[in-house]
């Protein structure tokens, strides 16, 4: 098949976005449970994620509409102030992305809260329109998480619910997106990661080596989605992945999240270059999972196959060259 990209009529600033899992509080289980003892206040639990929201409602409609936009090229400031009526464009784009990603949040929100886990409800953070309109969104943990079995739940609500919402806004997209001519297209090309050659294949057919898709927004919606699946399911620290992992295999995780350590640096020399911020910050936030309190708690044959199916879900889901240049 072709590839897949944006047609851009401009080059777009690259950015590194990352959606977040859950922000951790200091790993000191008395300070923790003390924190726990502390009721939020109002401000934090209800009114800053309220604002956060509607300004990454506010970014997200920005960043796709701009991406929209035929004109000429002004960057997205003198867009908005030429063109402010132009904003409702956005919305399929805005739409798909803050679905999938209200749902990623609400995956790990859900289970915190049957684990009686304390936790934010999701703080999205807006970005720079240039791109996608948001850096993800987090939740805090006001509380240790001391179950192994609920290091397991959380940490893999997430990335799966996630997961089923952008395969269906994929399916959505690909059947609005178009077919042309490669040697007609340039700009910002998509990473092909094995889902969405699959679906591709299912929802549109075989394509001839000279063409190419154009994804409608909802599908660049789906495939930033599955894009940031993948990333959370990296078994790295205390990302989703590195959770799960954790869960799985105990310290075994650090072991493999040093094998990934160099496979990220050579993917950032020979592809994308984000990479090697990824293994930066990897080192930043440590590689290997703190402990659980009660590690020898078997998590049972369902844990174990929902487990395996998260491992999967992450090879369909990763993109080695996520985006490049034509």
């Not at 293994?279 to 703190?290: E, N, R, T, V």
Request: aromatic content about 12%; overall charge negative.
């Amino acid at each position: 098949m072709g590839g897949f990209g944006r047609n851009e009529h401009r080059d777009l600033d690259r950015g590194l976005v990352m959606d977040a899992g859950e922000e951790r509080v200091p790993q000191s289980t008395d300070q923790m449970e003390s924190d726990a003892e502390e009721e939020p206040s109002f401000f934090s639990k209800w009114t800053l994620p309220i604002i956060l929201f509607l300004m990454t409602v506010f970014t997200t409609l920005w960043a796709g509409a701009y991406q929209a936009y035929t004109g000429p090229v002004r960057g997205p400031l003198d867009f908005l102030l030429a063109s402010p009526e132009m904003l409702w464009r956005g919305i399929p784009f805005a739409g798909a992305l803050l679905f999938i990603l209200t749902t990623h949040e609400f995956g790990h929100y859900l289970l915190s809260k049957i684990h009686r886990v304390p936790a934010s409800l999701p703080l999205f953070i807006p970005g720079p329109p240039h791109f996608i309109g948001t850096f993800g969104a987090i939740i805090r943990m006001r509380g240790p998480i001391l179950s192994r079995r609920a290091l397991f739940d959380i940490g893999v609500a997430g990335p799966l619910a996630g997961f089923v919402v952008a395969v269906i806004v994929l399916i959505v997209g690909l059947s609005l997106s178009t077919v042309v001519d490669r040697t007609g297209t340039y700009g910002l090309h998509l990473g092909e990661p094995l889902l969405l050659q699959f679906m591709s294949w299912v929802v549109i057919g075989s394509l001839p080596p000279e063409a190419d898709v154009v994804l409608h927004p909802i599908g660049f919606a789906a495939w930033f989605g599955l894009f940031v699946t993948s990333l959370n399911l990296l078994p790295i620290g205390q990302l989703d992945g590195g959770h799960v992992a954790y869960a799985l295999w105990g310290p075994r995780q650090r072991t493999m999240a040093l094998a990934f350590l160099p496979i990220l640096l050579v993917l950032g020399f020979v592809g994308w270059s984000g990479w090697f911020l990824w293994a930066f910050m990897a080192g930043l936030w440590g590689i290997g999972h703190p402990p659980v309190m009660d590690p020898h708690v078997p998590l049972g044959r369902n844990r174990m196959i929902v487990g395996w199916i998260a491992l999967v879900v992450f090879i369909i889901t990763f993109a080695p060259v996520p985006f490049s240049f034509h």
